[in-house]
């Protein structure tokens, strides 16, 4: 079956600071990977995407790269500000499988 | 805004009753997910619905049920209430099509059982 596996958390940071968040996935097939973001009180959102090999999804200046020979995809970002504190999820979603999987989400703290 | 609208926001109950939570998808998206997210459990898929019919199955306990009407709106039903059904519920909707999977989330249905 297909699994994502996230770093525990929390992780806390200073503003200004280099975030990666690890993710790593199992899958049966050839997935499409995903972030979500979550902030308190709120729905998920999605975050970035990427659908095969090597393709980098972005935004907001979050980064994460679709790497099949590690079976990775971790989430960065450069210089993490005060609103970036949420909880983040890794994700994956097969063709071949209806349902999709999330990882148990990893919470991001930073101070000022 | 995702598009997805979820009523009610806030919900308190008690133990044995029903509830009914409404979830409508974004304009255009055929599918429809719904999530219970508990502090110990995570996030965990409950069932799926694809233009109206039962596509896929989580882990979701025989008190509850779901369906999915013609105009794509679904409702989540769930009964014989006890203390630990208290979590959030979320709906998702998607394409699930052409291979877009990503999900657009509501904002989420607060339970609480007393």
């Known amino acids: 079956g297909n699994s994502v596996t996230q770093m525990e958390g929390p992780v806390t940071l200073s503003e200004e600071a280099f975030l990666t968040i690890n993710c790593t996935y199992t899958?049966?097939?050839?997935?499409?990977l995903f972030w979500y973001v979550q902030y308190p009180g709120e729905g998920l959102q999605l975050l970035l995407k990427?659908?095969?090999?090597?393709d980098k999804g972005s935004n907001k200046g979050f980064e994460a790269t679709y790497r099949k020979e590690t079976t990775s995809f971790h989430l960065e970002k450069g210089s993490v500000q005060v609103s970036d504190s949420a909880v983040y999820f890794c994700?994956?979603?097969?063709?071949?499988?209806?349902?999709?999987?999330f990882g148990r989400g990893t919470s991001l703290i930073v101070h000022p | 805004d995702s598009g997805v609208t979820q009523t009610p926001k806030h919900l308190i109950t008690a133990t044995g009753q029903r509830v009914t939570l409404r979830c409508s998808p974004r304009?255009?998206?055929?599918?429809v997910y719904w999530y219970q997210q508990s502090l110990d459990q995570g996030l965990q898929f409950l069932i799926q619905?694809?233009?109206?019919?039962?596509?896929a199955k989580g882990n979701i306990l025989e008190r509850f049920s779901a369906q999915q009407f013609p105009d794509l709106h679904s409702e989540l039903n769930l009964s014989s209430l006890e203390l630990g059904d208290s979590a959030l519920y979320f709906c998702?909707?998607?394409?699930?099509?052409?291979?877009?999977?990503?999900?657009?989330f509501g904002p989420g249905t607060r339970l609480t059982v007393t």
């Open positions: 994700a994956l979603r097969t063709g071949g499988s209806y349902i999709p999987t």
């Open positions: 304009s255009g998206d055929l599918s």
């Open positions: 998702a909707s998607s394409v699930d099509a052409g291979g877009s999977y990503e999900q657009y």
């Open positions: 899958a049966t097939g050839y997935p499409s």
């Open positions: 619905y694809y233009n109206g019919e039962e596509r």
């Open positions: 990427a659908t095969k090999a090597d």
